[in-house]
Nanobody
Framework: QVQLVESGGGLVQAGGSLRLSCAAS????????MGWIRQAPGKEREFVAA????????NYADSVKDRFTIFRDGVKNTVYLQMNSLRPEDTAVYYC?????????????????WGQGIQVTVSS
């Protein structure tokens, strides 16, 4: 069992930056692939970024590539999402999720543990 708690969301102006954190419980954190998924109002959840268990591989949605960076700290059992050059269309609830496979795959169906989500709002 893995419990995930997100933090770091809030309101920011377009062009600004935020760093989301996801603290994970459980000794097996280092074996899980981790990801960030977001859901905007009235839209389906969409993949944002994923990182492999060892941190050596990562994937990004085209819409955030070169602006967002996912990384993890195995000592702190935490995964981060650094978001730069934020746009109003990045406004959404952001979820941290974990997959047992340990890969950086992008399929939402393989994420088996989810955090409660945190709001990110980007004003124009």
């Amino acid at each position: 069992q893995v419990q995930l708690v997100e933090s770091g969301g809030g309101l920011v102006q377009a062009g600004g930056s935020l760093r989301l954190s996801c603290a994970a419980s459980g000794r097996t954190f280092i074996t899980y692939g981790m990801g960030w998924i977001r859901q905007a109002p009235g839209k389906e959840r969409e993949f944002v970024a994923a990182i492999s268990a060892g941190g050596g591989n990562s994937n990004y949605a085209d819409s955030v590539k070169d602006r967002f960076t996912i990384f993890r700290d195995g000592v702190k059992n935490t995964v981060y999402l650094q978001m730069n050059s934020l746009r109003p269309e990045d406004t959404a609830v952001y979820y941290c999720a974990a997959r047992a496979s340990g890969t950086a795959a992008t399929s939402l169906a393989q994420f088996i543990y989810w955090g409660q989500g945190i709001q990110v709002t980007v004003s124009s």
